[in-house]
């Protein structure tokens, strides 16, 4: 009876120091553009152009992904005013719209922050620029209390947008959090990870991404450790080959034994603010290719009826394969099927995005500049 009890109360423990920011995936841009009738409009008007935020050009980027759809509600100052936000481990600067932003609908139909209302608020001396595939986000900087998955962090500068671009209209979330280094963030602004890690507020210098298919329920980012509960069998861990996004090695993609992407080895990164898979376009197509899909205007579809006889596409990453099978890169919006394989341009770099997370639980060390990875439950 002891060691049980010893045992429960090392649980407790274990419990008490991982910090939860439950995730809620909610409708995405394309899903409400598809139910305005609009979404063939905006496509056209707007391809789809994932590689723009990992360009570096001295302001700090995010992609133009209409199928984002994992966010988590954080507060800002004091008393608190809440914010719904995409955890993105693609990008490091935190932001969301102000009461100065009124030029677009983005801002119209999002929570806005109001300096004047929190008393621990303090105003910055730099601007911020974010850009998008449609447009920017413009804005300045300030200071605040901010509060994530119940952890309280002081003196976080974060952006405060005046303009933002139209398709930011149609996302769901406010605003963004970004989960990188602070070596890629707009004006060397000290990430939030980086100052729970500095200000004692994480047990372990990592946080763990699971990511659930439900609609509604059950994905979460864990800072300050690893929930067990959410993966089987053990951790493979995977050094960084980049310390600015979270970049490894991947040595080939594979579709029944037979190479047919990433040959003779790339750079892959693992993307919370992306929703699919992005590699070169020539490796796309072949990959929708040999899994049967029709690409029209840079949509991959397929038969609704064909998913149970697709195959499996296997990623080995330094030296270690991670199956993705087709129940995972299939989605169904409106009654067509399309693939989770989008193009990305001619650059040499891959995107494993939501659609590879979903089947892999992501562990994040920013000390051991490595990611972890485990099969989902």
């Known amino acids: 009876m002891k060691c049980l009890v010893i045992v429960l109360l090392a649980l407790v423990a274990l419990s008490e120091c991982l910090h939860r920011m439950p995730l809620i995936k909610g409708k995405t841009a394309r899903q409400r553009l598809m139910e305005k009738g609009k979404w063939n409009e905006y496509r056209q008007k707007h391809p789809f152009n994932p590689m723009v935020k990992f360009v570096q050009t001295g302001t ?6 209409a199928d984002l759809s994992y966010y988590g509600v954080v507060s800002i100052g004091t008393p608190p005013q809440s914010f719904s936000v995409i955890f993105d481990t693609g990008s490091s600067n935190l932001w969301v719209p102000s009461v100065d932003c009124t030029s677009s609908e983005a801002c119209q139909n999002h929570n806005l922050f109001d300096p004047s209302k929190s008393s621990s608020f303090v105003w910055g001396s730099q601007s911020l620029s974010i850009q998008y595939g449609t447009g920017s986000m413009d804005g300045y900087l300030g200071s605040d209390t901010v509060e994530v998955g119940g952890i309280t962090v002081s003196n976080q500068v974060f952006g405060l947008s005046t303009s933002e671009a139209q398709f930011m209209a149609e996302m769901a979330a406010d605003g963004i959090l970004g989960l990188a280094f602070q070596s890629i963030a707009s004006d060397n ?6 100052n729970m890690i500095s200000q004692n507020l994480v047990s372990e210098p990592l946080f763990s991404v699971y990511l659930s298919s439900d609609e509604q329920q059950g994905s979460e980012v864990v800072f300050g450790g690893v929930d067990s509960t959410y993966f089987t069998g053990s951790i493979t861990w995977i050094p960084l080959s980049s310390a600015t996004y979270w970049q490894i090695n991947m040595d080939s993609v594979t579709i029944n034994g037979q190479i047919v992407a990433c040959s003779g080895g790339c750079q892959a990164i693992i993307d919370t603010g992306t929703s699919i898979i992005v590699g070169p376009n020539t490796d796309i197509n072949n990959i929708n290719s040999w899994v049967g899909a029709s690409v029209v205007n840079g949509e991959a579809t397929v038969n609704c009826g ?21 129940s995972a890169y299939v989605s169904q919006n409106s009654g067509s099927c399309s693939t989770g394989f989008g193009q990305g341009g001619t650059e ?30």
């Open 348 to 377: 040499p770099l891959w995107i494993l995005g939501d659609v590879f997370i979903r089947e892999y639980y992501a562990i994040f060390d920013t000390n051991g500049l490595q990611i972890g990875l485990a099969k989902s439950v």
């Open 306 to 326: 064909s998913v149970q006889t697709m195959p499996d596409v296997t990623f080995t990453l330094n030296g270690n394969s991670f199956t993705v099978p087709a």
């Open 189 to 194: 602004v000290v990430p939030v990870f980086n």
């Open 60 to 65: 700090e980027s995010m992609t133009n992904d």
